[in-house]
């Protein structure tokens, strides 16, 4: 599975590093940085942070490895 983040919608508003911060972090310049592969024991993690972006700019692809 992989984690796509648009970056034309993300605004860089950080709610999905505090919903899943082994994923997602804003670096020093406030830029988000991201995992893009994880495993499937993190799928609640990370649909929590989907969830949490007010701009909807993360997806997942569940076909990818």
Same mark, same amino acid.
């Given at each position: 599975?992989?984690?796509?983040?648009?970056?034309?919608?993300?605004?860089?508003?950080?709610?999905?590093?505090?919903?899943?911060? #082994?994923?997602?972090? /804003?670096? =020093?310049?406030?830029?988000? @940085?991201?995992?893009?592969?994880?495993?499937?024991?993190?799928?609640?993690?990370?649909?929590?942070?989907? #969830?949490?972006?007010? /701009?909807? =700019?993360?997806?997942?692809? @569940?076909?990818?490895?």
């Amino acid at each position: 599975m992989k984690i796509f983040v648009d970056q034309v919608k993300c605004q860089n508003h950080g709610l999905c590093a505090i919903s899943s911060p #082994d994923h997602f972090e /804003l670096d =020093a310049d406030g830029e988000l @940085r991201y995992q893009e592969s994880f495993d499937e024991e993190n799928i609640d993690e990370i649909e929590d942070a989907i #969830d949490s972006c007010p /701009l909807q =700019a993360i997806a997942l692809n @569940r076909d990818s490895a």
